[in-house]
């Protein structure tokens, strides 16, 4: 499984960013797939993630929550983060990442199989 991800670059704080990850090399359908990111000198942290078990599920890190939209296009095998009203402390290398089970922000990193290279995305005040 491949994940690529793109759409990281510079942004004045209260603009707009859409990251985007294509996975490739298995069905994309049914994965559950997240977004994390990890700031200079901080451990990765989880920011959103969506599954799937009759209908979508999402969740969100409240540092995130009502400003932040995770979304995925099955036909596309892509899954995207809307990110709006960023803030400097929204700086941070973005990374995806996706497992056959839910991933939230208590699942531990390590027990996810696929993880995507990053991007980065800096907010400057």
């Known amino acids: 499984v491949q994940l690529q991800a793109y759409g990281g670059g510079s942004v004045q704080a209260g603009g707009s960013l859409r990251l985007s990850c294509a996975a490739s090399g298995r069905t994309f359908n049914g994965y559950a797939m997240a977004w994390f990111r990890q700031a200079p000198g901080k451990e990765r942290e989880f920011v959103a993630g969506i599954s799937w078990s009759g209908g979508y599920t999402y969740y969100y890190a409240d540092s995130v929550k009502g400003r932040f939209t995770i979304s995925r296009d099955n036909a596309k095998s892509t899954v995207y983060l809307q990110m709006n009203s960023l803030k400097p402390e929204d700086t941070a290398v973005y990374y995806c990442?996706?497992?056959?089970?839910?991933?939230?922000?208590?699942?531990?990193?390590?027990?996810?199989?696929?993880w995507g290279q990053g991007t980065q995305v800096t907010v400057s005040s």
């Open positions: 990442a996706t497992d056959p089970y839910p991933i939230t922000i208590t699942t531990p990193m390590n027990n996810i199989d696929y």
